[in-house]
C-alpha cells in the first residue's frame, strides 16, 4: 500500500524558510518522478515543483524558481522542498505526489500522479 505523508508547513513572516517533508512507503522511491503541488480554496491545485529520481531531472514553476529547491534523500525515501524568501503568495496547502516511474505526462498535470500525500498547511503573513 502506497503512503505518502507530509510534514514540516506551518505559520511564517515574509523571507522566512521552511523545510517541507513527504515520507514515501509502499513502492520503489529511487525511480519515481514526484512532486510537490499546493493549492488555495477556490483554486485548482498548481504544480510548484517536480523531479525524476532517476536522471534527476528537475522543474520548477516560474513563481517559486530561484527560491524553491526540490530534493531527496533515497535511503530515507523522503522528498523535500526548501522553501526561502517565503511571500504571502505562497500561503496555500501543499501536497506531495508520486507516480513509480517516469512521467506519463507534463511534470505540471496532476494526472501525471498516481498517489497523494493528505497536505500540509503553509501559511506566510507580512
Known amino acids: 500500500q502506497v503512503q505518502l505523508v507530509e510534514s514540516g508547513g506551518g505559520s511564517v513572516q515574509v523571507g522566512r524558510s521552511l523545510r517541507l517533508s513527504c515520507v514515501a512507503s509502499?513502492?520503489?522511491?529511487?525511480?519515481?518522478?514526484m512532486g510537490w503541488f499546493r493549492q488555495v480554496p477556490g483554486k485548482s491545485r498548481e504544480a510548484v515543483a517536480s523531479?525524476?529520481?532517476?536522471?534527476?531531472?528537475?522543474h520548477y514553476d516560474a513563481s517559486v524558481e530561484g527560491r524553491f529547491t526540490i530534493s531527496q534523500d533515497l535511503a530515507k525515501n523522503t522528498l523535500y522542498l526548501q522553501m526561502n524568501s517565503l511571500k504571502p503568495e505562497d500561503s496555500a496547502k501543499y501536497y506531495c505526489?508520486?507516480?513509480?516511474?517516469?512521467?506519463?505526462?507534463?511534470?505540471?498535470?496532476?494526472?501525471?500522479?498516481?498517489?497523494w500525500g493528505q497536505g500540509t498547511q503553509v501559511t506566510v503573513s507580512s
Open positions: 509502499g513502492y520503489d522511491f529511487s525511480k519515481a518522478s
Open positions: 505526489a508520486a507516480t513509480p516511474s517516469v512521467y506519463r505526462y507534463f511534470w505540471y498535470r496532476e494526472e501525471t500522479y498516481d498517489y
Open positions: 523531479r525524476y529520481f532517476v536522471t534527476n531531472n528537475t
